[in-house]
Structures are given as C-alpha cells and as structure tokens.
C-alpha cells in the first residue's frame, strides 16, 4: 500500500510554495501600482480636454427642462484647442527623451523619473488615439488631418509670441540706443573742445601737428646749417679767387719767366 504521509508532503511543499509565490507577485503589482500611481504626472492637468468633455456631456441647469445644445462649429473648436495641445506635448517628450535616456544609462537620474516619463508617454498615446476616434465622428475623413491643422495652429501661436516680445522690447531698445548715442556725442564733443584748447595754447604740443612743438630746435638746425653753408661758400669763393688771379703758382711762374728771359738776353 502507498504510503499517503509521503504522498501529502510533498504536494504540500508545493502548494505552499505555488500559494507563497502568487501572493507575492499579487502584493509586488499592488505595490508597484500604487507607487505609479502616487508619482507626479509629467505633464499638468489637461484643460483643453476638459474643457471638451464638459461640452460634450453638458447637463442642465436647474430650472431648466432641455440641455442646451452645444454648436458643432464650438466642439470642433474646442476638439482642435485639445489637438493642439497635444501636439505641444508630443514636442517636449520627443525633445526630452533622448537625454533623459543618457542621464538614467550613467545614473544621474532615478528610476521613478523614467517611469513618469514611461507613464507620460503612455498617457499621450491613448489622447492621441482618443482626438482621433472623436475627429471621425465629427467627420470619416477629419481624423488623419486634424493634427495637421493643430500643428499649423501651434506654428502660428509661436510665432505670434514670438513677435510679441520682440515688439514688447522696442521701447527698451530705443531707450538704450537714445541713451547710447546721448553718450558718444557727449564725449566726442569732449574730445573736439580739448583739441581746441590744446590748439590756443602755442607752448602745449597738439597730437597731430608735432612740427609745431618742436619749432625752435628746428629753426637752430637750419641757422647751423646756414652758417655752415656760408662758411663753406666764403671758402670756395677765396679758393676761386686765388685761382683766376694765378695765386702763387701763377707769380712764381711769371718771376720764373722774366728770369730766363734776362738770361737769354745776357747771353746774346
């Protein structure tokens, strides 16, 4: 006969072992839910999506017997609003994904950021696919190109604020640049009155006229060069003289004449 205490052992073992592992894994997903859903969203609450659905589902006031009927031109509107919120979205995830992959891979950020992110990623894909289903049952073909229109919605609003400050910083700019000009007119009229002054005072040199300031060392050159000159001249002129009137050379050579001339006659 089979023994039914070695039998119940170990099937035992294993129903323990088979509960334990499921109430672990039951506790471990409520726990991890419940973290997830006490984390921080990424994004702030969606007005524009409210804002749809209170038209959508809009109820009566009290006193009144019919709900009042939202135009079709309104929600279409207010559907947009939403895309293009949506959109402005899409662009911060797929801006900020990259690097905040870099930061978790060296560890600078935690796990629960990426899992916010996770769960941001998550909430826009459902919104997508939810303007979507709600851009058909305006209109079948609406769907593919309402997002297109948001997109073109969302360029023009940035660029609209783009010019804003811009034109909000023109009066700044031309206060500075009147300021600006104010200050260099100041300091080359400065700069013209010191020329003037430093040109009335003769013993103060002029930067740009230098030949003025050394003047009179100038002028002793050129009375040296002078004196030099005629001392030179008077020189040449004695030396030319001598010259024409015959000088030494000249006399002792006409003395030397009458002399052989004498001697020539005595002999005859």
Same mark, same amino acid.
């Given at each position: ?103 978790? &891979?060296?560890? =600078? ?5 990426? @899992? %916010? ?5 998550? /909430?826009?894909?459902? +919104? !997508? ?39 909000? &910083?023109?009066? =700044? ?5 009147? @300021? %600006? ?5 100041? /300091?080359?009229?400065? +700069? !013209? ?42 020189? =040449? ?32």
């Amino acid at each position: 006969m089979v023994d039914l205490v070695t039998l119940a052992i170990p099937f035992a073992y294993l129903s323990i072992l088979v509960g334990s592992l499921a109430t672990f894994s039951s506790l471990y997903r409520k726990r991890k839910t419940a973290k997830a859903t006490s984390l921080e969203p990424w994004f702030p609450s969606h007005l524009q999506r409210n804002i749809y659905y209170s038209l959508v589902s809009l109820e009566p006031q009290p006193g009144q017997e019919k709900v009042p009927t939202v135009p079709d031109s309104v929600l279409k509107a207010a559907l947009l609003r939403r895309a293009t919120e949506d959109i402005h979205r899409i662009m911060q995830i797929r801006s900020s994904k990259q690097a905040l992959a870099m930061l978790l &891979q060296r560890g =600078s950020v935690g796990d629960d950021l990426w @899992q %916010r992110f996770q769960r941001a990623e998550a /909430e826009i894909e459902d +919104e !997508l696919r939810d303007v979507v289903n709600e851009a058909n049952a305006f209109s079948p073909n609406w769907g593919p190109t309402i997002f297109q229109s948001a997109h073109e919605m969302a360029s023009n609003a940035a660029l609209r604020k783009r010019i804003d400050d811009l034109q909000s &910083q023109t009066q =700044s700019e031309k206060e500075w640049w009147e @300021q %600006r000009r104010a200050t260099i007119q100041t /300091e080359f009229m400065k +700069e !013209l009155d010191g020329g003037a002054t430093a040109s009335a005072d003769p013993s103060m040199p002029i930067p740009g006229n230098r030949s003025k300031a050394t003047t009179p060392s100038i002028e002793r050159q050129k009375e040296q060069l002078e004196k030099e000159r005629e001392r030179g001249t008077a020189t =040449s002129d004695e030396d030319t003289v001598l010259v024409e009137a015959g000088g030494p050379t000249a006399t002792g050579t006409g003395k030397g004449g009458a002399g052989s001339a004498k001697k020539r006659k005595g002999k005859k």
